[in-house]
């Protein structure tokens, strides 16, 4: 491995200037920096960490708070994809992620502890119980962080519009022709309480009432959940002419009981949610969906926290909504009424 004063010789160059090129100072030409850099990856040379840690006050490190209410962990789609593209964001401008523990070696932290042990510069919280006191505490702490889905007055927040896309998505049903629509939602969560009101709120603009038995909690990307939900719905007097789904691994569920009881598509409309990718699983069938931008969230997260960490006095704290899409496809039948024109 090459070292600052062995790359400062092969470039014919001053130590201090190939500083300056590493680094990103502006006082250098563009030629020198590009021939320092060049060199540098050709000649293996990476610079101390603890020392450049030392010198800029940065260990160029972020730490990654990612706890689920599941055991899916990073098999999550929608999760793994955020975070997919958080690392790549923040790859670009140096920095590494770590994930943030309880336990270092056989010592259990707090998150917070973890965060100061580590000298990360920032944190982005991708899921956690955000009422926690521990997360409270990291967030109340002098740490820039970023967090996803649940808005904090001391974090930038970035959350994924869920409110307007699951009233989208209801208006769309109704305008299909529904009117019974039931819903099976994930455990109380911000993103859960979100898809509620915006499920309510679409039903009562239109006059319609929200039938509480028509409600049921679920869990996210357990389609063997939803399976047992939906008999349940379908052992109603009046059962829903459509069934909205925690998600569209879920909506697999769904779909399934309503093939057991000898129920098509055209019997009982399925919607699901996130828009997954290659979720044609079964044939002929198009999941009614919201697309959630997953690889946008990451990358804003990751901006805006490399701006926290840099630039901290420009940066305003803020909340932010990233847009989610309708996805029309054919799980979602047109409902044509006795009497109708």
Same mark, same amino acid.
């Given at each position: ?24 100072? /502006? ?9 320092? %850099? ?40 929608? !999760? ?39 000298? !990360? ?35 930038? &927040? ?15 049903? =109704? ?54 939900? /939906?008999? $349940?719905?379908? $052992? ?6 459509? %069934? ?11 779909? &399934? ?7 098509? =598509? ?14 044609? =699983?079964?044939?002929?069938? $198009? ?29 305003? =704290?803020?909340?932010?909504?990233? $847009? ?18």
């Amino acid at each position: 491995m090459a070292t600052i004063q062995e790359l400062s010789e092969y470039c014919g160059v001053s130590v201090s200037t190939v500083s300056k090129a590493l680094n990103g100072y /502006t006082d250098i030409s563009e030629k020198t920096r590009e021939l320092v %850099i060049k060199a540098a990856n050709d000649m293996g040379y990476f610079p101390n960490a603890n020392a450049r840690a030392l010198k800029l006050k940065k260990t160029y490190n972020i730490g990654v708070l990612f706890n689920t209410t599941t055991n899916l962990g990073l098999r999550n789609e929608y !999760f793994a994809h955020i975070l997919s593209a958080f690392k790549e964001e923040m790859a670009l401008s140096g920095y590494d992620i770590t994930f943030i523990e309880h336990h270092v070696g056989r010592r259990r932290m707090t998150y917070l502890e973890h965060c100061q042990y580590r000298h !990360f510069d920032g944190v982005c919280i991708v899921t956690a119980n955000y009422e926690s006191e521990e997360v409270i505490q990291l967030v109340n702490s002098d740490i820039p962080v970023v967090t996803i889905d649940y808005a904090f007055e001391k974090a930038y &927040s970035i959350l994924s519009d869920n409110y307007r896309g699951m009233k989208q998505l209801v208006n769309y049903i =109704l305008h299909q022709g529904h009117k019974e629509i039931a819903l099976i939602h994930g455990v109380n969560t911000m993103v859960t309480r979100n898809r509620i009101r915006g499920y309510s709120d679409a039903l009562e603009e239109r006059g319609l009432e929200v039938q509480k038995e028509f409600m049921l909690e679920g869990l996210y990307r357990n389609p063997m959940v939803s399976e047992e939900l /939906t008999n $349940k719905l379908l $052992k109603l007097t009046k059962i829903p002419t459509c %069934i909205i789904a925690p998600d569209d691994h879920s909506a697999m569920g769904v779909i &399934s009981a309503l093939r057991k009881h000898g129920l098509q =598509l055209k019997d009982i409309s399925v919607a699901g949610y996130d828009g997954v990718d290659n979720m044609d =699983l079964l044939v002929g069938i $198009k999941i009614t969906s919201v697309k959630q931008e997953r690889e946008q969230i990451g990358r804003e997260a990751a901006k805006k926290l490399i701006q926290l960490i840099e630039k901290p006095s420009e940066q305003v =704290l803020d909340t932010v909504y990233m $847009k989610q899409t309708l996805i029309k496809g054919n799980s979602v039948k047109k409902l044509v009424r006795i009497g109708s024109s």
